[in-house]
C-alpha cells in the first residue's frame, strides 16, 4: 500500500477547505465511521471527510473516490484509522475528531462540523 513521505496535514487550509466541500456535498454528516441516511446514501463523518481530502491532495481523485466507497461498503473504523496512517497523521487526530463529530447531535452534526473546519483553518 502506497503511503506519502510528506503529506499535507489533517490541520492544513487545503485539507480543510476539502473536507468543508466534501461536508456540504453530504445531506448530512454521519456517524463515525459512515452512516446511510433513510434513502441509502453514505454519510462521511467529519475525519473520514479529512481522509478523503488528505486521500485526495496527497495521491489522487480516485484514491479519494476508492477510500469514500470502501468506507461505504464496510462502515469500517479499521479503514479510517488505515487512512490516518498511510497519511502519516497523528491516530490522536482521528480519535479527536471523531469524539467531536459523534457528541454533536444529528441534527446539528453538519453545520457545526463546518464551523470547526473552518475554525482550524483559520487558526491554521
Known amino acids: 500500500m502506497e503511503t506519502v513521505e510528506r503529506s ?16 456540504a456535498r453530504q445531506p448530512r ?22 481522509a478523503k481530502a488528505g486521500m485526495h491532495l496527497s495521491f ?14 464496510t462502515l469500517s473504523s479499521s479503514l479510517l484509522e488505515d487512512a490516518f496512517e498511510r497519511l502519516g497523521w497523528d491516530m490522536s487526530v482521528c480519535q479527536r475528531v ?8 444529528a441534527g446539528v452534526r453538519k453545520p457545526e ?9 483559520r487558526e491554521g
Not at 441516511?37 to 462521511?44: A, F, I, K, Q, S
Not at 489522487?60 to 461498503?73: G, L, V
Open 8 to 23: 499535507l496535514g489533517p490541520d492544513s487550509p487545503e485539507v480543510l477547505r476539502l473536507a468543508s466541500q466534501f461536508v
Open 29 to 50: 454528516v454521519g456517524f463515525s465511521p459512515a452512516e446511510a441516511d433513510e434513502e441509502g446514501r453514505v454519510n462521511l463523518c467529519a475525519a473520514a471527510c479529512l
Open 60 to 73: 489522487s481523485e480516485s484514491a479519494a473516490r476508492n477510500f469514500e466507497e470502501e468506507i461505504a461498503a
Open 98 to 105: 471523531r469524539q467531536a463529530n459523534n457528541n454533536l447531535p
Open 113 to 121: 462540523v463546518l464551523r470547526m473546519f473552518e475554525k482550524l483553518r
